[in-house]
């Protein structure tokens, strides 16, 4: 990456930490002129709106020498999506704003409060969005623009869903929050999936579209105190007893159990440490006990700069480098919590399902005396399959509720599957750059995909 660009990054983040900062000094500033009692730091107003923003900005900074990786997997595993449903998804939190109102359905406060702390977030976030893409000058993964980060379309869903579960959720209709939530998620989702945006630009558009509304309510209550208000309705704090049904996003770090890939076509070729990324939930009948699942994946990019080879290959190429090994899979079972003092909860899995593997190839870096003869200056050697197979993780996790309906988890698991793979070889070239392939015995290909994965969620609870 050139100079210019990393020091165009480092300033990025820097600017988001500052952001942030601002934020947090402002608005506890606020909670000590209106004589708010703080005795404990997670009950403070400020932790709860910032620290969302946080982890999504930590998670960019995570996530942005992975995107790569990322991006491959959907090449891999969905590379045809083109659904720009997205588009439009991203304004309908706003619009169910608007109908709730139509039908006098009754929110936090009136519909002209409401107006004004979206103009002033809608203007907080257009500033920060556009002041941070014409400084990060990232290129968008389809190449058609240099705009790519952060993702306008996300940082515009999750203002829309902070402000309809700030005026519903909030007050009375928890689902309705959760819902604009998971029309924000999707829209974040189909960013990707359209190839529009890197991983690093969804995160951090749903980080600034997060703060963006937090600080517009924040201009809005020191203009208008108490003016537009709605009368305050039960909305007590869930018992900690409650059932604790949830739905979550979980990000991690994996380590592979076994750092050498057995099963491929070629020796000395091993595991990196990849991620893992997916979602899950759980319905809980009783406060410690629920049935639930999770859907998920996990690639581990692989270093074969050591990889054997032929002494006719080296002559025609440079080596070979290799795809991601990635795994995607779903697994259902019991879930268990367990109720800690100050609203934290002790979590934990045991799931079984099935899992499937990614298709791969190992690409030769032809020399460019040979480019014109092979009519490529890369070509695939090996390709690999493969096959379904059962899957089983258990997990443990410790969680805090930072809101009426929202938490935060910090947990650690164990996943593991083992695939028999389809291998063929390249056998020869005509004369039209046709590629034949030989299928290797069966017996030749199998791979554990055993890993440990350490990572953080945000939960979103159904009660």
Known sequence: MPPKRRLNLKFLFLSLFIITTVTVNAQYTDSLLLNQPVNNFWKRDVVKKTTVPLILFSATAF???HRETVREVRNRFIPDFHYRYDDYLQYAPAAAVVALNAFNVKGKHTPKR????YAFSMGIMGAMVNGIKSTSKI???DGSSNNSFPSGHTATAFMNATMLDKEYGQYGYPLIGITGYAMATATALGRGLNNRHWITDVLAGAGVGIISTELGYFVTDQIMKNRGMNA???NNPVPISNN???VELHVGYAIATSKKLTGTAHDNI???????MGMEGAWFLHKNIG???EFAFTSFPLNSAHASLDPDILEISNGLYTQALGVKYLNIGPYFSLPLANNWFITAKINAGISSGSNGNFILDIKPEYQEEFGTAELPYARYQPKTAASWSVGVGIQKRIGRNTAIKAYTSYFGSTHKFDIDLLNDTDNDGHLS????PENVGKTRYNNITFGLGITAFIW
């Not at 392939?437 to 290797?440: A, F, G, N, V």
């Open 139 to 141: 290129e968008r993964p």
């Open 270 to 276: 091993f595991n990196k440490d990849g991620f893992n």
């Open 437 to 440: 392939y030989h299928r290797l």
């Open 63 to 65: 996530a942005w020498s």
């Open 114 to 117: 409401t107006f004004i702390s």
């Open 244 to 246: 604790p049904s949830f």
């Open 291 to 293: 049935i639930g699942g």
């Open 232 to 234: 305050p309705v039960k």
